[in-house]
């Protein structure tokens, strides 16, 4: 029977443990079309309503990289928070966001992404500022994810994967111009009510600043 435990933090998040594998493939069906974010190591199953700075945070740094990589013409993929899942490890999760660039063009059915089969996705962004997502990084690591990128509310790090562990990086292997020092001063003006503004000014300093490959 599993166990249920209710963490108090800013988020609302319940872990159970001892949940068998076809539990949760059950609850990933039962909350397919709900705002839900699901983790799962080895029998112990974090469930997470996300809240709305969360969100925010999620969908700014999106911008963020649509823009760095149409104004650099580099192919990308972005699949959100997709599930991903590995019975073999005993792991998964749905990170919130993630995109596949050097690997696109090795995935079979983007309808189904499955990893017995394709690729993980190169790059998943995760949003530490309601809760801490460094349990989550040993479910990355087992789904050979090659770098995270976490975002505090203040620090954006970037980790790659090296061997069968995560470690710090002064820049991206993903999108290698991201501008990582830069882009948490973008994110603290999430406050400013227009979107379309916001992104307005991120791709005027990035053209103003970043040179496009094959320039000069």
Not at 9 to 18: A, E, G, K, M, P
Not at 21 to 43: I, M
Not at 59 to 88: H, K, P, Q
């Amino acid at each position: 029977m599993a166990i249920a435990e209710y963490v108090q933090n800013q988020d609302r998040r319940l872990v159970l443990r001892d949940v068998p594998w076809g539990d949760y493939e059950r609850l990933l069906g039962l909350f397919a079309d709900r705002p839900l974010r699901l983790t799962y190591d080895r029998g112990t199953l974090e469930i997470m309503a996300p809240l709305s700075i969360h969100e925010r945070y999620k969908m700014l740094i999106g911008r963020m990289i649509d823009v760095m990589t149409l104004e650099w013409g580099l192919r990308v993929v972005a699949v959100g928070s997709a599930t991903f899942r590995r019975e073999e490890a005993g792991r998964g999760l749905e990170p919130d966001q993630c995109y596949y660039l050097s690997n696109a063009g090795k995935v079979a059915d983007w309808s189904r992404i499955d990893l017995d089969v394709d690729p993980p996705p190169d790059l998943a962004v995760e949003i530490d500022v309601t809760s801490d997502s460094t349990l989550r990084m040993n479910v990355y690591a087992a789904l050979k994810v090659p770098e995270v990128w976490r975002f505090d509310g203040e620090r954006l790090d970037v980790f790659l994967l090296v061997d069968d562990a995560y470690r710090p990086a002064v820049a991206s292997l993903a999108i290698p111009l991201a501008p990582i020092a830069e882009l948490p001063r973008f994110l603290s003006r999430h406050t400013i009510g227009d979107d379309t503004a916001w992104t307005i000014e991120f791709r005027r300093w990035v053209r103003e600043n970043i040179p496009t490959p094959g320039e000069g």
